[in-house]
Antibody, heavy 119, light 109 residues
Framework: EVQLVESGGGLVQPGGSLRLSCAAS????????IHWVRQVPGRGLVWVSR????????YYADSVKGRFTISRDNAKNTLYLQMNSLRAEDTAVYYC????????????WGQGTLVTVSS | QTVVTQEPSLTVSPGGTVTLTCASS?????????PNWFQQKPGQAPRALIY???NKQYWTPARFSGSLLGGKAALTLSGVQPEDEAEYYC?????????FGGGTKLTVL
């Protein structure tokens, strides 16, 4: 069974940092693109970042470019999102999601972890 | 900045048929945008329904279908069930960059 489990969310002050993790199981992690998607409670989905299976290439939404860093450890089947210089507008539930094999898209999602940026 | 637009809300009767659409500010949506569709119920993570315009995930009920319609991506629900009441999001890839639509709240009444 494919599973994605996010962790690391919490309350952080503006300007602070947080690292999210996404533990994957049930599939060959090193073969898939993985995405981060966020959602302000009560609002829509927003794509944040994605990473190639080997971790060599990364992509970001303009709103987080230069502040967030996506990475992965294929030996540990784990995805990360390092978030620096956090702003109130980064407050959201953060989901990791597996890319669809061989096609642009997303198939499996984690349950999400809430990040709250507030003083 | 690319904007993907969906109907904010739609209402359908049980057993009826409804079509949700997904438009791009860049123009006509083609299969090259690889439209994806997702369903999200309150308090839950999104669930994938459709990828590459019309391909269903293995868990997607047969009453859901994806297509291109009038320059937009479309999700049609035929024989709507009460459990289909949810928020639906489309996802388009613009030159490889993923952009979600704002979502359609589907009410089954």
């Amino acid at each position: 069974e494919v599973q994605l489990v996010e962790s690391g969310g919490g309350l952080v002050q503006p300007g602070g940092s947080l690292r999210l993790s996404c533990a994957a199981s049930g599939f060959t992690f090193s073969s898939y693109w993985i995405h981060w998607v966020r959602q302000v409670p009560g609002r829509g989905l927003v794509w944040v970042s994605r990473i190639t299976p080997d971790g060599d290439s990364t992509y970001y939404a303009d709103s987080v470019k230069g502040r967030f860093t996506i990475s992965r450890d294929n030996a540990k089947n784990t995805l990360y999102l390092q978030m620096n210089s956090l702003r109130a507008e980064d407050t959201a539930v953060y989901y990791c999601a597996r890319g669809t094999a061989g096609k642009p898209g997303v198939d499996y999602w984690g349950q999400g972890t809430l990040v709250t940026v507030s003083s | 900045q690319t904007v993907v637009t969906q109907e904010p809300s739609l209402t359908v009767s049980p057993g009826g048929t409804v079509t949700l659409t997904c438009a791009s500010s860049t123009g006509t949506v083609t299969s090259g945008y690889s439209p994806n569709w997702f369903q999200q119920k309150p308090g839950q993570a999104p669930r994938a329904l459709i990828y590459s315009t019309s391909n269903k995930q293995y868990w997607t009920p047969a009453r859901f279908s994806g297509s291109l319609l009038g320059g937009k991506a479309a999700l049609t629900l035929s024989g709507v069930q009460p459990e289909d009441e949810a928020e639906y999001y489309c996802l388009l890839f613009h030159d490889g960059a993923p952009v979600f639509g704002g979502g359609t709240k589907l009410t089954v009444l």
